[in-house]
């Protein structure tokens, strides 16, 4: 990514240029200007975004890989060109480390089952944290439900942050995976991944990153961090749902087998005997998601001029703002107050349910996310049943924060303490 010039908080100006590149923020919802606060669960896409995938089915619409007619050359060319585009945008050396999936979730189930699978025994262990979002927690159970092997969970402590001792600790001697999210979605919490990973490292032990939540708003640098998978969505990061890719040193890679099987992952095929294609593509069986993967790198694009760094200072004043104003009202409980933080902030009401919060929130035109955030365990820790969370963008305002609330003042009238 571009590797811009410190500068301060970006100015007024600046945050609604962005804005307006956006056309979905123009909305209106139930007579109220769309304020969006969902940008966890999936951001909006910038008119760049839209309009690569709409110039990709109006002109180059074919299948790739597979003809020599113009057509095919222009869609494998752009579709492996997306595929470049991902690896320098997370520093990876070579764009083979880099396989299309689905998003997280799909990339994650291809290394429980196609990395780790077939090297667990009975009694070996997998190591997570308390903060997963179930994608990083139910393929790891199923894969030991599958082999016989032990999940192991590193605690968090009450503010949301993870227990770097524990984390050591339980590193141990049958330890053969850990997998770690980059950022939560449902505290906001960074991780210390660097560290987290010299010590798995040191124990011979490889490490998979979860970056659904941090991709939109941490520059990442697998060649840096060293992690030897990493996972994450093109519908986070600005980019289209359906999409998303999988960082697999290559190594690792080129010795795990094929996890699904069928067109374009094969090099040859008789009924005795199939080859298998090299990486990435024999990860890829089937006709990919093509308009997907073009639609992802212009998103990158997008977000590469603007600067993730610069980004993350303007989501950092928003989450200041919000916390300020949410810690002064007596009736709110913040859930994850890490040091380090993503614009991400859950939080409980007295007297009104989460839902409830949310329904009036909508009403007043904010969308929020609601509910367990698809990390349970996170609510059972904070013995909560539901929050609700504001997860801001690059295009979010403070007026907007205002607009949340105004709705959370409104919520108190109906839900009188
Ligand atoms: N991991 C984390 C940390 C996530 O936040 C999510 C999605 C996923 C994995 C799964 O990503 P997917 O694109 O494969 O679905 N998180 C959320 C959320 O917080 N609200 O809706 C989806």
């Excluded at 429980?112 to 994608?135: C, F, K, N, W």
């Excluded at 141990?172 to 770690?180: D, E, F, H, I, L």
């Amino acid at each position: 990514m571009n590797l811009l010039e410190p500068v301060g908080i970006p100015d007024t100006e600046a945050v609604m240029g962005w804005r307006s590149d956006f056309p979905i923020l123009r909305e209106s919802v139930h007579g109220k200007p769309l304020v969006y606060l969902d940008n966890a669960a999936t951001t909006q896409k910038p008119a760049s975004v839209i309009a690569a995938e709409q110039a990709y089915y109006e002109h180059d619409n074919a299948n790739v890989h597979r003809g020599v007619h113009l057509l095919s050359q222009r869609a494998t060319d752009a579709y492996e060109g997306a595929r470049a585009r991902i690896a320098r945008f997370i520093g990876a050396a070579h764009e083979k480390e880099i396989v299309y999936t689905r998003g997280t979730t799909e990339a994650i189930n291809l290394v429980a089952q196609s990395y780790a699978r077939p090297r667990l025994q009975p009694g070996d262990e997998v190591l997570i944290t308390a903060m997963e979002h179930h994608s990083n927690i139910v393929p790891w159970q199923l894969v030991c439900a599958q082999t016989g092997a032990l999940l192991k969970v590193t605690p968090i402590d009450d503010d949301g942050t993870l227990d770097l001792d524990v984390y050591e600790r339980l590193l141990g001697p049958r330890t053969r995976m850990a997998a770690v999210s980059h950022a939560s979605n449902a505290l906001g919490t960074v991780n210390p991944l660097a560290q987290m990973i010299e010590l798995a490292h040191a124990r011979g032990v490889p490490v998979l990153v979860d970056g659904a939540q941090a991709i939109a708003h941490l520059p990442v640098d697998v060649a840096a961090l060293d992690c030897d998978f990493y996972a994450f969505s093109g519908h986070k990061i600005y980019g289209p749902t359906g999409i998303g890719a999988l960082y697999a040193k290559a190594a690792l890679l080129d010795a795990m087998p094929p996890w699904q099987g069928g067109g374009d992952m094969i090099r040859s095929v008789t009924f005795e005997k199939t080859e298998y294609n090299v990486i990435p593509w024999r990860f890829e069986a089937g006709t990919p998601n093509i308009a997907g993967a073009i639609g992802l790198g212009a998103a990158l694009d997008y977000v590469s001029v603007i600067g993730l760094e610069v980004a993350q200072r303007h989501e950092a004043d928003l989450l200041a703002y919000a916390n300020a104003a949410l810690r002064a009202m007596p009736n709110v409980r913040i859930i994850g107050m890490a040091k380090q933080k993503l614009g991400i902030v859950s939080f409980v009401m007295e007297n009104a349910h989460a839902h409830d919060i949310g329904t009036i929130l909508d009403q007043c035109g904010v969308a929020v996310r609601t509910g367990h955030h698809c990390a349970m365990p996170v609510m059972e820790r904070y013995g909560v049943p539901a929050t609700v969370r504001a997860s801001f963008a690059l295009y979010n305002t403070r007026a907007e924060v205002d607009a949340l609330l105004d709705g959370l003042a409104r919520v108190e009238e109906v839900f009188p303490l």
